[in-house]
């Protein structure tokens, strides 16, 4: 299967036509068939067993010994939802990816190594670990197509770089030849210009001033990319397909000693280390958003479809209430004021709601991810993608600063978790698992993502999934990576 | 003088028709002459002096027994540049300011207690505290304009919620009825929906959610707005009576035990608490603002007028390298990647330049601020203002949460400050100088402020102004506020 999607990935950006390409081959969309993550080895048995609505059992993989480990020992643990949707919308991946070097235009895209670290940095190329989760919504489609290629996209992106990259002594060129593709030029110490560019005179200096980037912005600007792809990858399934929802994206991407964590949407990555816990992502929603979302619908309120306003109100306005003031704040406002309710007013607010009951058009309530390419307001033709964003947040944790105990982690999860359980409450926990077990048990990462999410699910009780201070548990799916870091600076 | 302001802005915000607007009237264009702060009290003669580029001379408040000083023993400094302008195009205001609570249409406006502060409280309004800052360029008008108008707007935003403000043990009220202005509806605890709002069945309830909002953003709000009509009064101004330029504008507002830094430009305000140091404000720039001008630009492509590219390049891009891949970034990127060059890419970058040098459309520095209505590209028809906010960022720090020491104070400085000093060096020589005095010497704080212009103007060698360390002096205006914070909480 992996072939088939390397060989889709390499006609798509080869920029083969779409009458050819793969995607519109019946047999290659079952590559994007529903199952849960190939690295967690079920049986239809364990499969169906896990689908189960009503037990939840949890998954995990590394303590079998049928099963492989992830790599870093990583530990990986899920559940399905208590019965919102039919299927676990939530999708996972981890990968090796070595990226080679793009040598012409028809060259095969980059290769998927998996266990085979052999090849790589060695070689002419580069070498990635990646980590990923996907939250679904309106299906699990999205989700599914996410964790099978998002990571090729990625590796599409860094090809065209690596040779910049490897050479980490030297500041990025500003220009390179494009010369069937080939990077021709090195970008040498002593020569910050290239090729055939010609330093200013004194009089155009102030017009030509160069800016010196940073690899870590070219790495950043790869993953950028390759979420758009990814997201045009998904538009033009679903548009030959049919194929329906989106879902957020949270990719954690291990190169040249730096951990580049990517986030599109509400799911969470944190760092514990010594004990603290370090944000390592953003959550995008109606809330955080707001701004951007109403300035969009200010700028260009055709996208609002007279049926609603790009104002905020704090709760929805009824006719007779013309004439009087109340509360609202515009795009550029942090505060609130009063303004006298007009006719226009009475529509329906762009954004609307709080917390996790905050939704844009009143239908979603993430505002970044893949997909949701044909996602409409409820009877009625106002496409809500135009408010959506593909593009991550990348943060960059520098590995090799810090020195890393064996307790050190970073922990992904999807909403599931963190709707329940603290940043630190999910580090107490963690440190609890790993300092009762010895460290060198390769186990305990799968043991301490295992807590985490039996911990956010509960126990099943009389009045429903109840968390041990018998709140409610996390009736959504829930995903969790626990990934170490001891030993990878 | 203040009078005549204080009309001007009544009658402005009463919806005077501009047939009969006292900004119509030539001797009122008088109130809007230049002059250094009328705090500072300076003769004629005084005033010449302090005009001086080649010596520069220190001006103070407080140190002179003809001299009153500030309302909390604030203490403020200023120099003039080093000849880049005739004037000295920064301005500084200090206010305490009554609120009355608007009673009908036509009633007068806001009055200015100056060091009256018997009124306020005790009757039914509410009493602030204003220190601001105005760093002009392209003129001093803006700025003039700002530091005699500004409080007054704030004043008149806060007028409508005097009484919402004063009631802070309630929620402020969604609505009110808009009775000839008057605020009608308490918004008791036992009643959170008010007057004739009804509310919602079950069935609505996910729609008619009520969002409560605290008195602290309708203070946040009413500050916004307040900047939002200072920058139409001058744009009035510019167009009637051809003023040109704009200004940044600092203001920090003490009310109901808050303060409120509201930041709009390169301006900087810190706090200085136990020795640490902590930024009260942003600075918005065309770097820190990249991404928001880019999505204007970007969506509002007619703004460029086919002359610049909403596109970020390291550099120029010349018309040979057409076809070559360069850097680039768009409005949805951190990070940079490599593209193709086309011709369109040839044009100018939206956001051109590194730091200090960094420009919007190749003209102007800053991207928040007040003024700079008529401002074009050099020779051509393109405006800049829609790429400029008039909204600045408001902080709120709550004084009465920490106990403050004798030498906690709040620093207020124009760029020309921090361009050559860092925050730790102003807070290290801030605490050096009020350790040296005795803490109830009423001039300390001033002392603080001198040593900080001092400081960063440098002293006249040979080679120009330079500092201590012979780096080279700040050749900007400098303004500069300490505002103390023992006693005060």
Not at 66 to 73: E, F, K, V
Request: aromatic share 8%.
């Amino acid at each position: 299967m992996i072939n088939r999607v390397k060989a889709a990935v390499a006609q798509l950006v080869g920029g083969t036509g779409s009458s050819s390409s793969p995607w519109n081959c019946p047999e290659c969309s079952l590559a994007f068939q529903y199952s849960r993550p190939a690295f967690l080895h079920l049986s239809a048995e364990e499969s169906e067993r896990a689908a189960d609505h009503s037990t939840r059992p949890i998954l995990v993989t590394g303590q079998d010994r049928r099963r492989q480990l992830l790599p870093w020992d990583t530990g990986y643990a899920e559940v399905i939802n208590a019965g919102k949707s039919v299927l676990n919308e939530d999708q996972a991946a981890r990968e090796i990816v070595s990226v080679e070097k793009r040598v012409c235009k028809n060259s095969t895209a980059g290769k998927t190594a998996k266990d085979d670290v052999s090849v790589g940095k060695e070689r002419d190329g580069l070498q990635f670990h990646y980590w990923a989760l996907f939250d679904g919504h309106a299906g699990a489609d999205a989700a599914v197509m996410a964790a099978r290629l998002l990571h090729l996209h990625i590796c599409e992106q860094l090809r065209d770089i690596v040779d910049v990259l490897r050479d980490g002594d030297v500041p990025p060129p500003i220009s390179l030849t494009s010369n069937a593709g080939v990077v021709t030029e090195g970008g040498a110490k002593s020569a910050p210009h290239q090729g055939d560019w010609e330093p200013p005179t004194d009089s155009e200096s102030r017009f030509l001033l160069e800016k010196e980037i940073s690899h870590e912005y070219l790495v950043i600007g790869a993953i950028e990319n390759a979420f758009r792809q990814m997201d045009q990858q998904i538009e033009r399934e679903q548009s030959s397909h049919g194929y329906l929802g989106g879902c957020c994206a949270l990719a954690v991407v291990y190169l040249l000693g730096k951990i580049y964590v990517a986030n599109a949407g509400d799911s969470r990555a944190i760092l514990i280390r010594s004990g603290e816990t370090i944000p390592l992502s953003n959550e995008f929603t109606p809330e955080s958003e707001r701004q951007r979302l109403q300035y969009l619908g200010y700028l260009q309120p055709h996208l609002l479809g007279n049926e609603f306003t790009h104002l905020e109100f704090p709760r929805r306005i009824q006719h007779r209430e013309i004439g009087r003031k109340m509360l609202f704040r515009d795009y550029s406002m942090t505060g609130w004021a009063y303004k006298t309710i007009e006719k226009d007013d009475l529509k329906f607010p762009l954004v609307y709601g709080e917390g996790k009951k905050a939704r844009v058009m009143a239908t979603i309530g993430v505002t970044r991810g893949l997909g949701d390419h044909n996602l409409k307001v409820y009877c009625s033709n106002i496409h809500i993608k135009p408010f959506l964003s593909c593009i991550p947040e990348v943060k960059v944790y520098d590995v090799a600063k810090y020195e890393h105990g064996v307790d050190d982690v970073i922990v992904l999860g999807t909403d599931g978790l963190w709707d329940v359980v603290s940043d630190r409450e999910v580090a107490d926990a963690v440190i609890r698992i790993l300092s009762n077990c010895e460290p060198d048990n390769p186990n305990r990462f799968t043991m301490a993502a295992e807590d985490l999410v039996m911990r956010s699910r509960g126990i099943l009780k009389e009045h429903g999934w109840r968390l041990s201070n018998d709140r409610l548990g996390s009736g959504d799916d829930i995903s969790v990576f626990v990934i170490p870091l001891y030993g990878h600076t």
